[in-house]
């Protein structure tokens, strides 16, 4: 089967997509285009639709099934391309295409123009798959319909468990590209806040920032500084994907304190490495964790709480090794493997009826 794959954005999801997509005997061709004109109110949008135009015009036709990631530019070149040379079109929504929270400025769709283009983009396609019930369930207040979920798959043969040793610093782990967008979205001022009171309890411990240090980097190092801890704060930039689960394996805690996600990926990362991961309360996270079961959740921008979970799992080994032990069950859940078969079983049935359509 030749399966074309467009999408909005690149990262380590991508290419672990193009690989499930191959492990099951698909031809893939990949068409990205980079958000490079995205800053130029709609136009930028608009150009980057021609390019995406010109890059997969071939490519469609020559497909027997087009498969898209986010439901917005690439996708609506998608459905378009799809129209025109008769094949099938699978939209995966991913997030912040179906979003409109304006408490923190998120979401496509909270643009009465773009939303249109998503409503549009959706009801046309031939499968859409959401990757948690959470955006599914806002894929329903958009386009009218309840897609199924296909969730996000870890390879749990790469971030497993290593035998747990103590080193002289504890480590509080978290893990994001550093832009301004996404150190609200995820929660990093509260972060940095709770840190400076766990602190004053605990004094061998270094919260560990990994990700790409952008625009947001330079408020973060500020605040730290600002809240005197700055020598407990570590910014590692961006790392290697084999030093990531490594960092994964060997922290105390992962924490994710984030206000969105339409599938908290790093969580269950974290979860599959078997650590103690603490969380926020928002829908997508309670369809991964339960509450002291496999993590702890807090209400997102909350510091004293989150340094009172955080305080809990370093001071209670017991806790700790149950939240570790169940992490690693729970994250089996939403395993690589998991997504491939049911990728396989969505694709075979498109495929079968396309045939028997045309």
């Excluded at 590692?236 to 924490?255: A, D, H, P, T």
């Excluded at 340094?307 to 690589?336: G, P, W």
Aim: hydrophobic share 40%; charged share 25%; net charge positive.
């Amino acid at each position: 089967m030749k399966v074309l794959l467009l999408s909005e954005f690149h990262g380590t999801w991508i290419e672990q997509e193009i690989s499930i997509l191959k492990e099951l005997h698909n031809y893939v061709t990949y068409i990205y285009v980079p958000p490079k004109y995205d800053y130029i109110p709609f136009f930028g949008g608009f150009w980057r639709i021609i390019i995406f135009f010109k890059k997969a015009f071939a490519s469609a036709h020559a497909s027997d099934v087009i498969f898209c990631w986010w439901a917005f530019s690439a996708a609506f070149v998608a459905i378009c391309l799809g129209k025109l040379f008769k094949k099938p079109v699978i939209i995966n929504a991913v997030g912040v295409e179906t979003e409109w929270d304006l408490s923190i400025d998120l979401g496509i769709s909270r643009h009465r123009a773009y939303r249109s283009v998503v409503h549009w983009v959706l009801r046309n396609s031939k499968k859409v798959i959401s990757i948690s019930q959470y955006i599914s369930r806002n894929v329903k207040k958009i386009a009218g319909f309840s897609p199924s979920v296909v969730y996000e798959g870890i390879d749990t043969e790469k971030f497993t468990p290593i035998k747990y040793s103590r080193s002289k610093d504890r480590m509080i782990l978290t893990v994001a590209t550093l832009s301004k967008a996404n150190c609200v979205r995820k929660g990093y001022d509260t972060l940095l806040k709770a840190m400076n009171m766990v602190l004053k309890e605990i004094s061998d411990v270094k919260l560990v920032i990994v990700g790409e240090k952008k625009d947001g980097y330079p408020f973060l190092k500020k605040l730290a500084e600002n809240l005197g801890i700055n020598d407990s704060v570590i910014f590692k930039g961006k790392v290697s994907e084999k030093e990531l689960i490594k960092m994964y394996q060997r922290c105390n805690v992962f924490i994710e304190d984030s206000r969105q996600e339409g599938f908290p990926t790093v969580v269950v990362e974290a979860m599959a490495c078997g650590r103690p991961v603490i969380s926020s309360t928002i829908p997508s996270v309670k369809e991964v964790i339960k509450d002291y079961n496999e993590g702890i959740l807090v209400p997102p921008n909350n510091s004293s709480e989150l340094a009172m979970a955080i305080m809990k799992v370093l001071n209670d080994d017991d806790l700790a090794k149950k939240l570790s032990q169940n992490a690693r069950s729970r994250a089996m859940c939403f395993s690589k493997e998991a997504r491939k078969k049911k990728l396989q079983n969505i694709l075979n049935k498109i495929c079968l009826q396309s045939f028997i359509e045309n």
